[in-house]
């Protein structure tokens, strides 16, 4: 079970789970609760390598400021996930170094959002085809809309006069394997 922390407690509650015996930084990863709530979940997990026994911590931080201590001060292996995570989700480390990692300042988005519009598969015709070779039979099936594209009436042909989708709308839009409607 993870250990809830408040966010403004985030570092000192880690040092402190530092000097109780757990040195060892084994992971940082963040998981977008859109849906469930509107917030960004962190999950760490230490190790005591004496023992062998982990410890699981965790923080929310709101999805539209997206803000949390860094961790680079009590474990320097931190900084390396914080950086990822600030690329993927775009939660910014404060008192980190916000140096992207994976991808080019002018890219812009965040892709592990959950209501980060994936436009390359849109785009890309999706083949149908579960495994190499099986395109000439699925020529018949109905194609399939890949995973994380939304609804086309929520997200590319929705009427420009209209006001934007809601993010949670776009999410729930979202799922793979729906039958494409033809035009």
């Not at 985030?10 to 530092?18: D, I, L, N, Q, S």
């Not at 190499?132 to 939304?150: D, I, L």
Request: hydrophobic share 35%; aromatic share 8%.
């Amino acid at each position: 079970m993870n250990e809830k922390v408040p966010v403004e407690d985030w570092a000192a509650v880690v040092a402190g789970v530092r000097e109780a015996g757990f040195r060892y930084f084994d992971w940082l990863d963040c998981v977008d609760e859109i849906g469930r709530s509107n917030e960004f979940r962190l999950v760490l997990q230490l190790l005591d390598r004496d023992t062998a026994e982990t410890r699981r911590l965790e923080t929310r931080t709101d999805r539209d400021t997206p803000r949390v201590p860094t961790l680079s001060e009590v474990f320097s292996g931190a900084g390396w996930a914080e950086r990822e995570i600030h690329d993927l989700f775009g939660v910014e480390f404060l008192g980190g170094d916000g140096t992207p990692l994976l991808l080019p300042r002018r890219y812009g988005g965040h892709p592990l959002r959950k209501d980060e519009i994936l436009a390359a598969r849109a785009a890309v015709p999706w083949p149908g085809a579960k495994e190499p070779g099986e395109a000439q039979a699925s020529a018949g099936r109905r194609r399939m809309a890949p995973p994380g594209v939304p609804d086309p009436e929520i997200w590319g042909d929705r009427d420009p006069a209209a006001d934007p989708a809601d993010p949670t709308e776009v999410v729930q839009s979202a799922q793979g394997g729906r039958v494409r409607r033809r035009r």
